[in-house]
């Protein structure tokens, strides 16, 4: 009985250091799930991001429409891609900045294609980089515009 008692209270350290290791990893894993709940959104919250897309073009200066939100129905696990397409137009400087603003949404969110469309320009000036000389010049350079398809990942309910 007292050899039993001297086990014990000799292996009390090391189930001590044990128990403040595991700890600590809980304490990790619980900052990575927190991490990654706020850039993984839900269904419910679909809405939200493409609210968030409409007010970041026009941040960036764009008018954007988003005619498809579909969904992969190939996806299995937790995660899903859902497919966002939109179509911006705006200076050529201002669909920039919306492209890159969008990439840097706090979501997990990646470009899967873009394309420039810049059949509304009907001014050879602005193909060899001549300045426009007048106000409605410009505004057909404006007229192009960029469409965009995005992957987000969501959490699947």
């Known amino acids: 009985h007292n ?87 705006g200076s050529p400087a201002s669909r920039i900045v919306f492209l890159y603003r969008l990439e840097h949404l706090p979501y997990l969110i990646r470009i899967a294609s873009w394309n420039l469309d810049a059949t509304h320009v009907s001014s050879m000036q602005s193909f060899v980089g001549i300045a426009p000389s007048n106000k409605q010049a410009s505004k057909t350079i404006s007229g192009s515009s960029l469409a965009v398809e995005a992957i987000i990942s969501i959490i699947k309910q």
């Open 3 to 89: 050899a039993e008692q001297m086990r014990v209270l000799e292996d009390a350290p090391a189930k001590d250091h044990q128990v403040r290791m595991l700890q600590k990893e809980l304490f990790t894993v619980k900052e990575k799930l927190k991490r990654i709940s706020t850039i993984v959104v839900t269904q419910d919250e679909l809405v939200d991001v493409v609210e968030n897309i409409s007010r970041t073009a026009q941040q960036s200066g764009v008018q954007v429409q988003v005619p498809e939100v579909r969904t992969d129905p190939t996806a299995s696990g937790v995660v899903e891609d859902i497919r966002i397409r939109m179509n911006a137009v």
